[in-house]
């Protein structure tokens, strides 16, 4: 099996909209995903339900989530430049 956790940050006229993702994957196959436009976990498929709703219970972790959109994101815009 393979587990994978994948972060993107997207940027939307340079740094005044950002958007930041994170993907759970199992075996090739997205199964739940924090999207910072959303503000909480979401189920892709009913695998990632369980997890989505324990980790969206988990209020102190959910805000140091969203709150990537500054301390990665926006932190780390034009790094590779």
């Known amino acids: 099996f393979l587990q994978q956790q994948k972060a993107e940050c997207r940027f939307f006229n340079g740094t005044e909209r950002v958007r ?3 993907r759970y994957i199992y ?4 199964y739940v995903r924090f999207d910072s436009d959303v503000g909480e976990y979401r189920a892709v498929t009913e695998v990632g339900r369980r997890s989505a ?4 219970s988990q209020k102190d972790a959910l805000e140091e989530k969203w709150a990537r959109v500054d301390t990665y994101c926006r932190h780390n815009y034009r790094v590779g430049e």
Do not use: A, D, P, V
């Not at 075996?27 to 997205?30: D, P, S």
């Not at 709703?53 to 969206?56: A, D, R, S």
């Open 53 to 56: 709703e324990y980790w969206n």
């Open 27 to 30: 075996n090739q196959e997205e």
């Open 20 to 22: 930041f993702l994170e």
